[in-house]
């Protein structure tokens, strides 16, 4: 199993560019969730999915757009990046399972830095 | 959720116990307490997890006092590699309920 898989890992926009962020995992995992992390700062979340067409807002959902449409992918879109978007982004995944029991899978973490 | 509050900072001694405290007087009896962790640029680590009975795992143990306002995280013989942010989390034990970071305590595990 791989996990919970991100890509890129680096990227570089431009102010007014959009760009996607790609999220998949390979363990069948029903929930998934997109966080960003800012220097210094603990983890937001920006959305979040229960399963496949099912997608909620999370604290900081504004400039960003999600979709699922299946269980594996959950990509986090960015329409006209802005230099307050540069971060680290994280995504993660769990069971029904796992899930009562708190334990979230997390992939290795996406720089964007936005110029 | 309730909130929680952890100190910045800590430090630790290798081999010595790192006893990391969390407030959380607002915690609702259908709340379970969470710790993570998140060495250097990583994605976080879950560590343990707890209602009101102490746990214990091969990571960590967990006191939750009885009242439930407040809970102890212990790293029983610390060592360089546990030198990370700590966050205690407070969430709902409801399947798809998403879990909220705060700041976190950095611990600082020195030789």
Redesign the interface.
Same mark, same amino acid.
């Given at each position: 199993n791989a996990g919970v898989t991100q890509t890129p890992k680096f990227r570089i926009l431009k102010i007014g560019q959009s760009m996607t962020l790609q999220c998949t995992q390979d363990m069948n995992h029903n929930y998934m969730y997109w966080y960003r992390q800012d220097p210094g700062m603990g983890l937001k979340l920006i959305y979040y999915s229960v399963g496949a067409g099912i997608t909620d807002k999370g604290e900081v959902p504004n400039g960003y757009n999600v979709s699922r449409s299946t269980t594996e992918d959950f990509p986090l879109r960015l329409e006209l990046a802005a230099p307050s978007q540069t971060s680290v982004y994280f995504c993660a995944s769990t069971s029904r399972g796992t899930d009562l029991t708190g334990e979230l899978f997390f992939g290795e973490g996406s720089r964007l830095t936005v110029l | 959720d309730a909130k929680t509050t952890q100190p910045p900072s800590m430090d630790c001694a290798e081999g010595r116990a790192a006893n990391l405290p969390c407030n959380h007087s607002t915690i609702s009896g259908n709340e $379970?307490v $969470?710790w $993570?962790r998140q060495i250097h640029? /990583? =994605?976080? /680590?879950?560590i343990i997890?707890g209602l009101k009975n102490n746990e214990t795992n091969e990571m960590a143990s967990l006191i939750i006092t009885e009242d439930r306002k407040s809970s102890t995280l212990i790293l029983p013989h610390a060592t360089l590699r546990d030198t990370a942010?700590y $966050?205690c989390?407070v969430?709902v034990?409801q399947? =798809?309920t998403?879990?909220?970071?705060?700041? =976190?305590t950095t611990l600082s595990v020195s030789s």
């Amino acid at each position: 199993n791989a996990g919970v898989t991100q890509t890129p890992k680096f990227r570089i926009l431009k102010i007014g560019q959009s760009m996607t962020l790609q999220c998949t995992q390979d363990m069948n995992h029903n929930y998934m969730y997109w966080y960003r992390q800012d220097p210094g700062m603990g983890l937001k979340l920006i959305y979040y999915s229960v399963g496949a067409g099912i997608t909620d807002k999370g604290e900081v959902p504004n400039g960003y757009n999600v979709s699922r449409s299946t269980t594996e992918d959950f990509p986090l879109r960015l329409e006209l990046a802005a230099p307050s978007q540069t971060s680290v982004y994280f995504c993660a995944s769990t069971s029904r399972g796992t899930d009562l029991t708190g334990e979230l899978f997390f992939g290795e973490g996406s720089r964007l830095t936005v110029l | 959720d309730a909130k929680t509050t952890q100190p910045p900072s800590m430090d630790c001694a290798e081999g010595r116990a790192a006893n990391l405290p969390c407030n959380h007087s607002t915690i609702s009896g259908n709340e $379970y307490v $969470y710790w $993570y962790r998140q060495i250097h640029s /990583q =994605g976080p /680590q879950y560590i343990i997890h707890g209602l009101k009975n102490n746990e214990t795992n091969e990571m960590a143990s967990l006191i939750i006092t009885e009242d439930r306002k407040s809970s102890t995280l212990i790293l029983p013989h610390a060592t360089l590699r546990d030198t990370a942010v700590y $966050y205690c989390i407070v969430r709902v034990y409801q399947a =798809g309920t998403a879990l909220i970071f705060g700041k =976190g305590t950095t611990l600082s595990v020195s030789s």
